[in-house]
């Protein structure tokens, strides 16, 4: 127990330096351009015509994906409510506007806010509690709180979040929820290589369908090139190198094509 306190102490301790350190060179950190999304007006997307994908988001973990594949062009509203806390020792709680006193992982985001980033390698962006943007790429939504990752071990508590997409219209059942649950995706510029992974429904091949089209849809936005003699699929060509089937997981491992 008294081990536990020094290592919160000690976090604390550490945060003040941090804030101190700060505010004395004058100036907070340069923002990064972010090619990935774009931040839209709060009302750009009309939430009451959607349906919400409802998440938890734990404060003592770092990059936890959402689930929520992103689409190019889509547009999101993500609402967050709850409290967490980086000191739960010393009564230093917020919601997910976080706080300016607190140490951060990304310097330009406010401390202990919710952020997040598209894809695995996207640059992080600050959510708060209520963000609008839209999405310039395919892409796994992540959140994490801005807490240094190597001290979230000490924190407590969790955010609801709700994600609204373009894609998640609430008078349509048939397209209210995503057909099938992406586990993971994943892309890289230079290769033009990626891959897909989805639970497997009832129905295998209905699954694969889907996928197979999601990756027409992806192929279509990154390289478009209509050759003679290519297979196309939504546009988009593009060759399946290897597909693996295991614990319920299906992968698709693919390569878009000039």
Request: glycine share 8%; net charge negative; aromatic share 10%.
């Amino acid at each position: 127990m008294i081990r536990d306190f020094e290592h919160r102490l000690l976090h604390t301790c550490l945060l003040a330096v941090f804030v101190f350190t700060l505010s004395s060179c004058g100036g907070a950190p340069v923002k990064p351009v972010n090619n990935h999304i774009n931040i839209l007006a709060d009302n750009a997307l009309n939430i009451d015509s959607l349906s919400a994908r409802n998440i938890k988001v734990s404060s003592d973990k770092s990059w936890q994906s959402s689930g929520i594949l992103l689409d190019n062009g889509e547009h999101i509203t993500v609402k967050a409510t709850g409290k967490w806390s980086p000191a739960p020792l010393l009564f230093q709680w917020s919601g997910g506007e976080g706080s300016t006193l607190w140490a951060t992982e990304v310097p330009y985001i406010t401390g202990g806010a919710l952020m997040a980033k598209l894809g695995h390698d996207g640059p992080p962006f600050e959510i708060g509690i209520n963000k609008t943007f839209q999405a310039n790429d395919y892409g796994m939504l992540y959140f994490a709180m801005n807490d240094p990752f190597k001290w979230q071990f000490d924190n407590q508590g969790e955010l609801d979040v709700s994600v609204y997409t373009s894609n998640n219209r609430s008078s349509d059942t048939a397209t209210a929820k995503q057909p099938t649950e992406i586990v993971a995706y994943d892309y890289n510029e230079k290769s033009g290589k990626g891959s897909l992974s989805a639970k497997v429904t009832a129905d295998h091949f209905q699954t694969r369908n889907w996928m197979i089209k999601k990756i027409g849809e992806i192929a279509s936005s990154k390289r478009v090139a209509l050759h003679a003699g290519k297979e196309s699929l939504q546009g988009g060509n593009y060759k399946v190198l290897d597909e693996n089937s295991q614990d319920g997981i299906l992968t698709i491992k693919f390569e878009t094509l000039w």
